[in-house]
């Protein structure tokens, strides 16, 4: 469905995506993962040719991006981050109007539009004005909008920001049942458990750079360790944190901005008891111990040095 073959992108003497390729197949949902800025949207718009690239080949179903724009509109569905609808206009009114927008006929648009807000759940709404709505709702019909061309593609740019537990997890399930209804997904967030639900391939990107991508068992396949000890501690020497390395079991160590260590092990059976050894030794005096298990949070962390939402 999609082929990113070596995309880059510069403005001025700033490169914001450096070489990114990746591969999204028919009827699978996507999931690009990164922090904000890591350019996950700069790369949207660059599929959807709302921006040119610097370099490199985007096509989709097998029509190269550039060339056959008015043909590869009519696949793609895009919900982007911020809201596009007219908030003085009916729920049903803006659903028709971008149908119409797509090339839909008036009649095709009434019927389509309320196809589409009963797939976002909405229909009891659909003579209220956009201004009334939640944040949740304007999001939703947001993606309703996105959905008015039957779309072969569903480009998803962070479609969960700043709206309530409640209709964020209306979206999610509204999202998996399209997919499983074959329409292919690509869905990016910064949050690591929206990906995780949603999407059996990850592509994880940071400052515009692809950093790992494959299955969330390839991804977990690559984490140095099979849990993370999270230490918080009063005034480590440098000397404490090279000791931590040194410790058998111990992969890596990561010390966070805010003092906090992170040490990356493979089994903390006897490890927990040699790392409140080493901190008597060292006069270092440890406030809290928190293990986790590895997941695409620590993978983001081992390969960053930060988190997903710093």
């Not at 690009?32 to 040119?52: D, V």
């Amino acid at each position: 469905m999609l082929t990113v073959a070596d995309v880059k992108k510069s403005y001025q003497s700033k490169e914001v995506i450096r070489g990114i390729s990746l591969e999204v197949r028919e009827g699978e949902s996507f999931g690009l993962l990164g922090p904000n800025g890591a350019g996950k949207s700069t790369l949207i718009s660059m599929i959807c040719g709302l921006i040119p690239s610097s370099g490199g080949e985007i096509r989709i179903g097998g029509k190269l991006v550039g060339k056959h724009l008015r043909e590869i509109k009519q696949l793609i569905g895009m919900v982007p981050q911020d809201i596009a609808l007219y908030p003085t206009m009916s729920a049903l009114d803006n659903l028709i109007f971008w149908g119409k927008m797509y090339g839909l006929s008036g009649k095709k648009a009434k019927v389509r539009a309320k196809e589409v807000l009963e797939i976002v759940g909405l229909t009891e709404r659909a003579k209220d004005r956009i201004e009334t709505f939640s944040g949740g709702m304007k999001r939703r019909i947001n993606i309703g909008a996105a959905l008015m061309h039957e779309p072969q593609l569903l480009i998803m740019d962070e479609p969960t920001v700043g709206i309530d537990p409640q209709s964020r997890n209306h979206i999610l399930e509204t999202v998996k049942r399209l997919n499983e209804q074959g329409l292919t997904v690509i869905y990016t967030s910064h949050y690591m458990e929206e990906v995780e639900y949603l999407c059996r391939r990850i592509a994880i990107i940071d400052e515009g750079k692809l950093i790992a991508s494959g299955t969330k068992k390839d991804l977990a396949d690559r984490l140095a360790g099979g849990s993370v000890l999270k230490l918080a501690v009063e005034s480590a020497e440098p000397s404490f944190i090279e000791n931590l390395k040194t410790l058998d079991g111990v992969e890596k160590v990561i010390t966070k901005p805010d003092g906090e260590i992170h040490l990356h092990m493979e089994s903390e059976t006897e490890l927990l008891s040699a790392v409140i050894g080493l901190a008597s030794r060292s006069n270092v005096q440890i406030h809290n111990m928190q293990l986790a298990e590895s997941n695409l949070e620590t993978l983001f962390l081992q390969l960053t040095g930060r988190t997903l939402r710093e």
